[in-house]
């Protein structure tokens, strides 16, 4: 876990610091991705969407071009 969110549980309080690669906009899980992935495991894309304020569309549109990189990159591996 990482040490700020265990600071922020300590304190009770949702991470104020949104410039943190780690932060989202979701004071449920105190606006950390470690404390959503620790509470809540895999997430579908809907439930992606829901914590991002994305729609399910956008975010399997940003996940079909993430696993089209994947696979670029792995071809080019292969050669």
């Known amino acids: ?3 700020c ?3 922020c549980k300590d304190l009770g309080t949702i991470c104020p610091i949104g410039e943190c690669r780690y932060w989202i906009d979701y004071p449920q899980d105190f606006n950390c991705v470690f404390e959503t992935v620790t509470q809540h495991g895999n997430l579908t894309l809907r439930e992606v969407g829901k914590r991002l304020g994305l729609s399910y569309v956008r975010i399997k549109q940003i996940e079909d071009k993430a696993l ?3 696979r670029l990159l792995l071809k080019d591996q292969a050669i």
Do not use: D, E, H, S
Request: glycine share 0%; no cysteine.
């Open 1 to 3: 876990m990482k040490k």
């Open 5 to 7: 969110l265990q600071t």
């Open 68 to 70: 089209k990189k994947i």
